[in-house]
């Protein structure tokens, strides 16, 4: 569990959303949840040509009450919508998602080891999933998996194209790419060598 906690952030902040409030509505909304507690603050925007300033309005609770809080999870919904009421819920019921903060190389190495159908759909169900199962370090680690071989030639070729479009080209196209890149090489060496990529 200590090494779970340890993914948290050092001051405890779970999410940070700010947003402005729908139409007609100008006011401007963020809402901290930590470890511990939530907080609301709003900005009344007012178009009134009065001198007075407006402080934002702050409410301040225990993370656990929020799930008791009607009125709260009603300006929730108004401002970010359901998705994040609901996500939100969840944090503050104690269902942190460990998966989404953990490293980066580590998320990819852990990806690495899905079936591409996995993969795929992996990749649909958040921004920051969508980044990682498209990442090339990931393409790499699976087209490594794949091929028996993997050529300098061929290391070359995927920096130009990328690993996940060398993963997906078909083997006679690749052999066509690799190819041409032996003719444009300057020293023009290797025209006889071919590399045969196989299963």
């Not at 947003?19 to 007609?24: D, F, T």
């Not at 009421?85 to 490293?103: F, M």
């Not at 591409?116 to 790499?140: G, I, P, R």
């Not at 690799?178 to 300057?186: T, V």
Request: with cysteine.
């Amino acid at each position: 569990m200590s090494e779970a906690l340890s993914l948290l952030p050092s001051n405890g902040v779970l999410v940070e959303l700010s947003g402005q409030a729908p139409s007609p509505s100008k006011d401007f909304h963020q809402f901290t949840i930590s470890t511990s507690n939530t907080i609301w603050r709003t900005w009344n925007i007012t178009l009134r040509n009065d001198y007075r300033r407006l402080n934002p309005t702050e409410s301040r609770q225990p993370a656990e009450d929020f799930a008791y809080d009607e009125r709260l999870q009603y300006d929730v919904r108004r401002v970010f919508g359901n998705n994040t009421l609901e996500y939100v819920k969840n944090l503050c019921l104690g269902q942190i998602d460990y998966l989404a903060r953990l490293p980066t190389p580590l998320l990819i190495y852990l990806v690495s080891f899905l079936e591409l159908e996995d993969v795929a759909s992996l990749a649909q169900t958040s921004k920051q999933f969508y980044e990682v199962c498209n990442n090339d370090s990931l393409w790499e680690r699976i087209y490594e998996v794949h091929c028996d071989t993997v050529t300098d030639e061929m290391r070359s070729l995927a920096e130009q194209l990328g690993w996940k479009k060398m993963f997906f080209t078909n083997k006679l196209q690749l052999q066509v790419q690799l190819r041409r890149q032996r003719i444009k090489s300057p020293d023009g060496e290797g025209r006889n060598g071919d590399t045969f990529i196989t299963d």
